[in-house]
């Protein structure tokens, strides 16, 4: 194959076909509706090539660079000083091991794209975070909704508001309500109010309110003035808010490769020492983890003695090596839980038996001389051999413990001070030899989770994430404890039969919970002292697992401290990084028990291990790692010896240092010895050896190239083993040997290897042999040549099957082998194999292996792999062809290659990939973006080694090459159309992959080549689309296809942007300006443009306009599309990925200039068009919150205008469905970014042609623009980061499935978007470097920079507001453009506006007056409402110029007509309803302002001669009292029932004012539907529609209509009908509301009756659907009314009472208080004693809970006395009869009563005879319920009732509870029993027997005359007893026959009642009595009533 073509000039065909576009259009227009050119046809690209140079010359600033690339070497990374390499000749290596070593020491080839940090595809959290750093240091702006409210509390508002108050016209607002007639004037004219305000202070006025100037000029100088101190930055302000997991075209860099560590933690060894101190300790330390029962790490051994105690061991250790004199270490521990234990082992030298040798230290010896003498023996003579001694375990977390990051108690925390900290282990009382470990855990046990570990990158499937899962806290403490010292104060006697790793588990598993087996151990006094701290990133002198030194290191007579190698629990599949080679061999178990010799025992047994690379001894190799103290390496190791113990287990652990050319001959050798301890009594001649050989067994390390590893039970041999003996495995069985116990396997061995040069997978390890096989032609025997091929196919085939975590390891070495493979196939006899494909399938298998290890959780949200991607980006080194000399350097391709051998990776990658079929090719396309990474690489290396990049890029690739390209991605985007429904994770990874491979060919092939690409892709899209009904998920790939692509850091210059302003020197641009734009930060006015305009650039989505600017016409084209169809996600994605790429722009330095912005703008200019057309359709979100004013809710004051294009109606019926918030917010925010950046004289043109339907749009769009990025306030947006990130999602999620439906394929496919996003987020928090790059989850805004945002758009808002009026002035329609834009700045003002913006708007309003005339006299109503809402601000600049503006309406309304009456009254309203509702309203700011306008008004010189000041003064005057009046209302805003009462009063000094008083009354009306009082609401909307109907006469009655509805209705009648705008209209509204809260207050016969008056309104206009209406409301009324019959619960009534001083104008004072339904006497003392003891003092207030009247003269004077009583409504007789229901007797209501018991002798109660009552009958103002919950009682009446009549009423009351239980329908067998019982079954004293005998006694006995009250009593006694017998009677037929005893009972006592009451109740005879005249003259004339009443 060749290399590639000559250069030729480029003039194909693709040349001829393309067109050039170099000159543009003439000037377009928004005016149509954007949609009306065909979007959908297929746009021919540019040939970028041909026309860059003529478009975008070289010298342009936006021009494409012309060296964008670079291929860098980068130096691998390594810690220690050199590479770590073996010691061997590597040429005898194998080739796999030579590979790996090439891998681990070869630098990086790396591509450099010098401008990607510019692209939107790359995520830089230290850019962002600059970025914003940079946005917080710019402009502040205040807002009034974060001012502080001013100082004066309401507490230090208290003392003054009740004390006595001077009488100037702070009358009681009581008094005043209930004493004023209707039309007083209720402030005081004149006198206080002006002088108040003739003292106060007015703000600064402002210079040139008066001056004359033309408008041009104000113009400008308002323009300069806004330019200054501006934020060019406008969405860096706006990051915040963008969605990152929208960001498609994020892709993640690829990490370079680095060594993976975990929680690293230094210990430092101080102290070792037993208390008996004779002899050499050695120690090793290592971890253990007692939950999984695995070691995680090696040994590390150090020893403390001192030099004399070395010295004697001096005649067994030659000489010790610095690095084994090392006291620190460093563990490494990947998976930290609190169940890792640090254990320490102490061996001594062989001396005998272990309890023996143990006993002096445990008891208090005499003897110690003679115990150092047999120590110093046994050194001597066996100083090589160790017997363990004793055991200590430190847990992990004693370590953290101690770091005080835990919560614990501060006596822990004084006492784990760093430095004298001594976490002692007491081991003396053996009793609680572990107690503080075990209450150290289990304080700190349980929470404890993992993070940080290895597993957090790669966790093993297994791993669980509930709560078992990895122990973060502990993690996390891990990284940040404080340095601890742990001092172990005793050891634990090891113990010979428990020196398994299976014994030590349970010993730790013992300590960590309570239990009694540790107490079984012996304890050995003693001293370990360790420090434990967090590893510093450096350290000095530091060495490796392989004794490499780490850099830097210092002094080398310095002892070093070594890293201990971690065993982690699964090992992280990670590619291996450097070379390592070591073995760990650990003996488990010896078995001599059938050993039998006569030559001598085997009872001390050691094993010799030796790693032999031959048969005889001087083949050993020194290749053992020494431990403490010694030589560094050694060529044999021996292990611990039990004394008389013939089947010993062991712990020793030998590290082996494997040589890298390992072959069959090395082996392992083990010699087993008897050593013999005592010493015979013989001459030391005669001594026989101290150890005897007893018996051997080795192990073959190398097997056909594969390492041994694994557990080995192995034979041994009795005598030394015979030649070659090393080629077999010892279970073979040779001739003429003998093996002890007949060859059974008696010996138990470990062998754990740390390699990275052997795989340990069958797989890995066949397919390198049969490379090695091939490619270097040593062709193993048992092959052969004939079958080699099919043995390297096969190799080749099943190697992806191998372990996936094995092929991670060795990824970038197997990956290599595969590309040389693939790239130069090896030669067979001459033959090339052809392999290719295999390998390519290979390749493909690999890959997905790779990317599917731990179910993707190494994968981005494309899919892909970290390893992959590091593997490409850095670590990939595929063969090329060798140049020949005459080749290099020349700046083409070369035509002949001098290696024809090897071909070219892209090359081949893309021929193999079209060729494919099957399963290769679904393989392939499962991991496209692999093989296009791939593929980029390789070009980029193929333009730099062949000198192609100095090429023209037309010529840098073979059409070839290029043609393959075509097919590639012509057959990937048929494949994505095919499978999107099937398989939708695979088509997405797809379209996204090959979205990134034609954004990196535009850094590398010709440009207009890959554009031809991407118009292949969108005809294939688009043809499949419109085929489609429903297409969302592929319009979605397209859109993130094509914001991938344009994410593209040169976007700007591919899209060949208009020529900027004067430096054009063709003509082909638009004359953009050199001034500075709308944007500008310098404060040229933008009139001063240095070009005309003569040439402006089309505004319109043309054709030329999309061709030109191909990529942004693509953009804004399916930005259009996608508003058209009813998808809100796709729309929400078109819209963000517009945003995105503004976004970037505004972060791109390389624009920063204003000129560059404007040109990068008018890329954009067609999305204004598109959003006019849109408007109606944008989110116009929630209605605006009560404090803001409410007028023309919508932008429909525009209709005088011209009317709105479509109404929402229309919208509806069309199927349009309104756009999302989002979607609209993002439009919002482009569109103001386009406005800012926009050439102005562009603007201006295009808006000079816009007919008056599209200016109207435009301004519509403005006014949305406003709304839809409000300032919330600091306080919202702080409340609104808190919220729970989850919940957002969980809205998101329900929002999608409402947007898609269950089950859909776009279900599906947005579910696979938030899966990805997911993985990202795991695998940039743990992969890529920790949380710290995670993007996901964007910062929570900063309110400083919401605050700039909202103000930045206003000032761009405002400054296309003033140049749509300044472009139209000239236009016939000017004056109705200035009208609208005068309301789009008027409903601006009403929102949140910072005081810098604020003023700048006033300016505008004050310009927009003036020009307006006599035009803006209809607006007056909006305009004043504005203004006096600022004019109450509490910032004074604004507040200023909000002034100044007031002052200009009222001063341009009277030179254009002497009056200003309208302005007089709009703004008496406004500040009416102003007061009554806005609670940001500042009283104090509003009294400035007025004075202000007071002192405009004087010093005005062209209006001093008229009566215009004085007519200011009045109206400043008379505003000032309203002011004042309301004032107090601030003051009462806690106290509801006062604050009403003020309302009420002030409503009522409006009666000559109608539309203020119904303003007042809607203000009452709001604050009790707030407090829930329905009825009091209804009425207040009651009398507006009294006053109404008042005011229009309505059928001819005026306000009597409502009569029926509440008696109080007539208060609203007048005798004048006034000046009102007040129609049917209005009436008809207030009646429905008033309806509605009746309703909601259950008065359902009112609704009725409001209903009546409604009808015939409706009927006489003919309304059927508001009579249909209201006639379901009735039937619902009356349907309740039925079902709630006997239900119905309404209002309490109590009397209130104030007494004392500290209640001012309440002292004295009586009301009617109606409280809610149910409300009990103590719920009602409880609130108002809270109320007024917050307002006292609790101290101050007392409840008088007693009726009786007060004695105001015994109260104390510093005191609040509150009486309060429970009150019921009170009717005479005749009133009775006439309300029957419940409800008529809860309405309309005036008068009420409470009872008071008392006796003549003055106690409240006494016997019956003498109980006499008092009842009280209070009359209120008016009927409840009322406009008010309290009323005041203005007439009192006392009735006394004698005893007589108190037992008169007590048994008439009886007798209606029996009727009504004996009534009740259906009866209620409980309640009549009930009342039964209490009738007669009673044995109280006073019951109704009691009360018979008392009154009737003496009358029956004729010892006192009968009366009339007596008759009375008599009569109601005979119906009591008829009641209780008809109750009875009722009750016998309703029970059941188990309370038939309790029915006989009853009777039983009825008729003992009868019995003793009939005497009592008989007529007296008249011959018992006195004569019949004088009886009946006393029954005519017994005692009368009026002897026992009297009036109050």
């Known amino acids: 194959m060749t290399l590639g073509r000559k250069y030729q000039h480029s003039s194909g065909n693709a040349g001829d076909a393309r067109k ?32 860059c140079e003529r478009l975008v010359g070289e010298r342009d600033p936006l021009a494409y660079p012309a060296s964008d690339i670079e291929l860098c070497v980068v130096p691998k990374r390594i810690r220690t000083l050199t590479h770590v390499l073996p010691d061997e000749d590597l040429t005898k290596a194998p080739m796999f091991v030579r590979d790996c070593i090439r891998c681990y020491t070869q630098d990086y080839t790396v591509v450099e794209y010098k401008h990607r940090a510019y692209s939107a595809s790359v995520f830089n959290r230290e850019r962002i975070n600059e970025r914003l750093e ?114 498609v075209e994020r892709r993640l860099p690829a990490e370079m490769p680095c060594e993976l560590m975990g929680h690293r933690i230094l210990v430092n060894c101080h102290q070792l020492k037993l208390e008996l101190d004779v002899e050499p300790l050695f120690a090793s330390m290592a971890l253990f983890d007692a939950k999984e029962k695995k070691k995680l790490s090696e040994n590390f051994y150090f020893n403390l003695n001192s030099e004399c105690t070395k010295q004697m061991l001096s005649g067994h250790i030659p000489h010790a090596d610095i690095s084994t004199l090392s006291r620190s270490a460093i563990f490494d521990i990947p998976n930290p839980s609190p169940d890792v234990f640090l254990v320490v082992r102490v061996e001594k030298v062989l ?166 087996a540790p107490k079984k151990l012996k304890c050995i006094p003693g001293t370990l002292k360790i420090e434990v701290s967090p590893c510093p990133d450096e350290v000095k002198n530091g060495l490796t697992p392989e004794l490499a030194k780490l850099n830097p290191y210092g002094d080398e007579n310095i002892r070093p401290c070594k890293e201990v190698l971690a065993f982690p629990l699964s090992a992280a599949a990670v590619p291996h990084y450097q070379y390592r080679n070591l073995m760990y061999l650990t003996v488990r178990e010896i078995n001599l028990t059938a050993y039998t010799s006569r030559t001598g025992s085997a009872r001390n047994i050691t094993v010799r291990i030796q790693l032999m690379s031959g048969e005889n001894q001087a083949s050993a190799l020194p290749a053992i790692f020494g431990r403490s103290s010694c030589p560094e390496f050694t060529t044999e190791a021996y292990t611990t010896v039990l004394y008389h113990n013939k089947n010993p287990s062991l712990y020793d652990e030998i590290k082996l240092k494997l040589p890298a050319d390992l072959g069959d001959h090395h082996h392992l050798l083990f010699t087993f010895m008897h050593v013999s301890c005592q010493r015979k009594p013989v001459a030391p001649e005669q001594e026989k050896n101290v150890e005897t050989p007893i018996g051997y067994s080795w192990l073959p390390l190398c097997r056909n190239g594969k ?71 040593n062709i193993p025997p048992r092959i052969g040549l004939a079958n080699m091929e099919s043995e390297l196919r096969a190799s080749i085939t099943e190697l992806p099957t191998a372990n996936v975590e094995a092929l991670a390891r060795y990824l970038p070495v197997i990956l290599d082998k595969l590309l040389r493979l693939l790239l130069a196939p090896p030669a067979l006899a001459g033959q090339t194999l052809n392999i290719a494909q295999d390998v390519f399938t290979c390749l493909a298998h690999i890959f997905t292996e790779i990317t599917n290890i731990n179910d993707g959780a190494g994968c981005d949200r494309h899919g892909r792999s970290a390893l992959l991607s590091t593997y490409i980006q850095y670590q990939c080194t595929a063969p090329r062809p060798s140049l020949a000399d005459r080749d290099i350097g020349l700046p083409l391709p070369p035509s002949v290659m001098s290696d024809g051998s ?104 010709d440009r207009g080549y890959v554009f031809n690409l991407i118009r292949s892709y969108y005809k294939q899209m688009c043809a499949k689309i419109a085929s489609l009904p429903d297409a969302v998920p592929l319009v979605q790939y397209k859109l993130a296809f094509l914001r991938i692509i344009c994410s593209h850091e040169h976007y700007v210059s591919l899209n060949l942007p208009p020529a900027g302003g004067a430096g054009a020197s063709t003509g082909a641009g638009t004359g953009a300006s050199t001034g500075a734009s709308s944007g500008s930060v310098s404060p040229a006015p933008s009139s001063h443009s240095l070009a005309s305009h003569s040439s402006a650039p089309h505004h319109q989505l043309s054709h030329e306009f999309r061709s030109r ?101 229309d919208y509806k019926q069309g199927a349009r469905a309104p756009l999302s918030s989002s979607t609209s917010r993002s439009l919002v925010v482009s569109v103001a970014w386009l406005l800012k950046w926009a050439e102005p004289r562009a603007l201006a043109a295009c808006l000079h042609d ?61 579910m696979r978007r938030k899966g990805g996003c997911r993985r990202e987020r795991w695998r940039k928090e743990w992969v890529r470097g920790g949380a710290r790059d995670s993007a996901t989850s964007p910062a929570p805004p900063h309110p400083d920079l919401a605050a700039a945002l909202y103000a930045e758009l206003s000032l761009t808002l405002l400054h296309a507001l003033e140049t749509i009026v300044q472009s139209c002035s000239s236009l016939e329609c000017g004056q109705s453009v200035c009208s609208a834009a005068l309301q789009v700045l008027l409903r601006a003002l009403q929102r949140n506006q910072s005081t810098t913006v604020l003023q700048h708007m006033f300016a505008s309003v004050r310009a927009l007056i003036l020009k307006l005339g006599w035009s803006c006299c209809g607006e007056e109503s ?34 254009l007509g002497n009056n200003f009456s309208r302005v007089k009254m709009q703004v008496t309203m406004s500040l009416s309803s102003l007061v009554g509702t806005s609670t940001t309203f500042s009283e104090e700011s509003l009294r400035r302002a007025l004075k202000t306008i007071l002192v405009y008004a004087e010093h005005d010189a062209d209006l001093q001669d008229t009566n215009f000041p004085e007519q200011v003064k009045d109206l400043v005057f008379n505003l000032h009292m309203i002011l004042s009046d309301t004032v107090k209302m601030k003051e009462f805003q806690e106290d509801p029932e006062m604050l009403m009462d003020l309302m009420h009063r002030i409503a009522r000094g409006y009666q000559h004012s109608p539309d203020l008083r119904l303003t007042w009354l809607n203000n009452m009306a709001q604050k009790h539907m707030e407090r829930s009082n329905h009825a009091e609401a209804g009425m207040c909307l009651v009398h507006g529609a009294a006053l109404v109907a008042e005011q229009l006469a309505a059928g001819g009655r005026g306000a009597a209509l409502l009569q029926h509805v509440t008696h109080n209705a007539l208060d609203e009648s007048c005798a004048d009908v006034l000046h009102h705008h007040l129609t049917h209209l209005e009436l008809q509204a207030l009646l429905e509301h008033a309806a509605s809260e009746l309703m909601t207050a259950g008065m359902y016969e009112a609704v009725n009756e409001v209903y009546k008056v409604l009808i015939p309104i409706a009927e006489e206009h003919r309304d059927y659907k508001k009579l249909a209406n209201i006639h379901n409301k009735l039937n619902e009324a009356f349907t309740r009314i039925e079902q709630l019959h006997g239900k119905r619960v309404f209002g309490t009534y109590f009397r209130v009472s104030f007494y004392g001083g500290r209640f001012g104008d309440l002292d004295g004072e009586e009301f009617i208080y109606k409280e809610h339904a149910l409300t009990k006497l103590p719920e009602i003392f409880s609130r108002l004693e809270n109320f007024y003891g917050q307002r006292f003092g609790a101290e101050n207030v007392v409840i008088i809970k007693d009726s009786n009247i007060v004695d105001v003269s015994t109260l104390d004077p510093d005191k609040a006395y509150i009486q309060i009583t429970y009150v019921e409504p009170y009717f005479e007789p005749h009133e009775l009869r006439r309300r029957i229901t419940h409800y008529e007797r809860n309405y309309n209501i005036k008068r009420f009563m409470f009872a008071t018991p008392f006796t003549a002798g003055g106690r409240a109660h006494g016997a019956l005879g003498e109980q006499c009552k008092r009842k009280t009958v209070l009359t209120t103002a008016h009927h409840f319920p009322y406009l008010k919950t309290r009323l005041h009682v203005v007439h009192r009446t006392q009735l006394v009732l004698a005893p007589l009549e108190v037992a008169i009423e007590d048994i008439q009351k009886k007798i209606n509870e029996l009727a009504a239980a004996t009534n009740q329908e259906p009866a209620d067998p409980k309640i009549l029993q009930m009342v039964v019982q209490g009738c007669i079954g009673t044995t109280v004293n006073q019951g109704p027997l009691e009360l018979a005998q008392v009154f009737l006694g003496p009358v029956a006995d004729g010892t006192q005359p009968p009366t009339r009250l007596t008759n009375k009593l008599r009569l109601a006694f005979k119906d009591f007893s008829k009641k209780c017998h008809d109750a009875l009677k009722k009750n016998k037929n309703l029970i059941g026959s188990d309370q038939r005893e309790y029915q006989r009972e009853l009777e039983r006592n009825f008729a003992r009642f009868t019995e003793r009451l009939a005497p009592l109740v008989q007529p007296a005879s008249a011959s018992a009595s006195a004569s019949a005249a004088t009886h009946a003259a006393h029954l005519t004339n017994g005692l009368g009533k009026h002897d026992y009443k009297c009036q109050a």
């Open 1109 to 1209: 600017h191909y990529l942004a016409g693509l953009l804004l084209t399916e930005l259009t599309n996608t508003l058209e169809l009813q998808s809100p996600a796709l729309q929400e994605a078109a819209a963000g990925a517009t945003l995105a790429r503004l976004a970037a722009h505004d972060a791109d330095a390389r624009l920063a200039s204003t000129e560059l912005r404007a040109r990068v703008a008018a890329l954009y200019l067609p999305l204004l068009g598109v959003l006019m057309d849109a408007q109606p359709r944008l989110h116009r979100g929630p209605a605006h919150a009560k404090d803001i004013l409410q007028f023309d809710s919508e932008f429909s004051q525009l209709g005088s205008f011209y009317s709105p294009p479509v109404s929402d109606a």
């Open 707 to 777: 390492l041994t590893c694994g557990e080995y039970n192995l034979a041994v041999m009795l005598e030394a083993p015979p030649d070659n003996y090393s080629f077999i495995f010892p279970d073979v069985q040779l001739p003429g040997t003998r093996w002890i116990d007949n060859h059974k396997p008696i010996f138990s061995v470990a062998l754990d290897a740390h390699t990275t040069v052997h795989p340990l997978d069958g797989y890995i390890e066949r397919f390198a042999m049969a490379c090695e096989a091939v490619q270097e032609g």
């Open 351 to 516: 001396q005998g038996d272990v309890n023996e040798c143990v006993e002096p230290y445990i008891k208090d010896d005499k003897n110690r001389e003679k115990v150092r003498a047999s120590a110093q023996a046994a050194c001597t003579r066996l100083g090589k051999y160790r017997m363990p001694l004793a055991w200590s375990a430190v847990s992990l977390l004693n370590i953290l413990s101690g770091s005080n990051s835990l919560e614990r108690e501060q006596a822990d925390n004084n006492s784990l001070s760093a430095n004298s900290n001594t976490n002692s282990l007491d081991r003396k009382a053996s009793s609680s030899s572990l107690e503080q470990l075990r209450r150290r855990a289990g304080e700190v046990g349980g929470s404890l989770t993992r993070k940080g570990s290895v597993e957090r990158r790669n966790p093993p499937p297994h791993t669980p994430h509930g709560p078992g899962a990895p122990h973060d806290d502990l993690a996390a403490h891990l990284l940040t404890f404080k340095p601890i010292v742990i001092t172990v104060t005793s050891f634990f006697k090891q113990e010979p039969d428990k020196l398994r790793d299976e014994d030590l588990y349970k010993f730790l598993a013992e300590i960590k919970r309570p239990s009694s």
């Open 1250 to 1310: 816009l007919p008056p339907r599209r200016l109207h749009a435009l301004l519509a769009l403005l006014d949305l623009c406003f709304k839809c990025e409000e300032y919330k306030g600091r306080k919202e947006i702080l409340k609104c980061a808190q919220q729970n990130v989850r919940k957002t999602t969980d809205i998101k999620s329900k929002l999608e499935d409402v947007i898609l439906g269950q089950g859909s394929a776009r279900n599906d496919f947005i």
């Open 20 to 51: 050039v576009y170099a000159n543009q259009s003439k000037v377009g227009t928004l005016s149509g509706c954007s949609s009306s050119i065909s979007l959908c046809d297929m746009i021919e690209p540019p040939d970028y090539e041909e026309v």
């Open 134 to 247: 940079k946005l917080q240091a710019g402009p502040r702006h205040q807002y009034e909704i974060d001012a502080e409210p001013p100082t004066v509390s309401t507490e230090e508002l208290v003392p003054n508001q009740f004390e006595s108050q001077p009488s100037s016209g702070r009358q009681s607002v009581a008094s005043i309500s209930s004493s004023s007639s209707c039309n007083e004037t209720l402030t005081p004219r004149g006198s206080w109010a002006s002088l108040d305000l003739r003292s106060s202070s007015s703000d600064p006025l402002l210079p040139d309110l008066f001056e004359r100037k033309p408008m041009e000029q104000v113009d400008a100088i308002n323009e300069a003035k806004r330019l200054e101190n501006r934020q060019p930055d406008l969405l860096g302000l706006y990051i915040p808010y963008l969605d990152e997991e929208d960001a």
């Open 902 to 1005: 090897c071909k070219i990776l892209h090359e081949e990658l893309a021929l193999q990939w079209v060729v494919a079929s099957g399963a290769t090719r679904d393989l392939a396309m499962h991991n496209s973006w692999a093989l296009f990474e791939l593929m980029v690489k390789s070009m980029v290396e193929y333009l730099y080694w062949s000198g192609a990049h100095e090429a023209p890029r037309k010529a840098r690739f073979p059409d070839q090459f290029t043609d393959d390209l075509t097919t590639l991605v012509n057959n990937l985007t048929s494949e994505i159309i095919s499978k999107y429904g099937k398989n939708s994770k695979l088509t997405q990874s797809l379209n996204n992959s090959l979205a990134f491979f034609l954004f990196d060919l535009l850094s590398i092939m």
């Open 1422 to 1455: 909006g305009t004043c409402r504005v203004l006096l809402r600022h004019c109450a601000a509490l910032a004074a600049p604004p507040r200023a110029h909000a002034a100044a503006a007031l002052y200009a309406l009222m001063r341009q309304h009277y030179q």
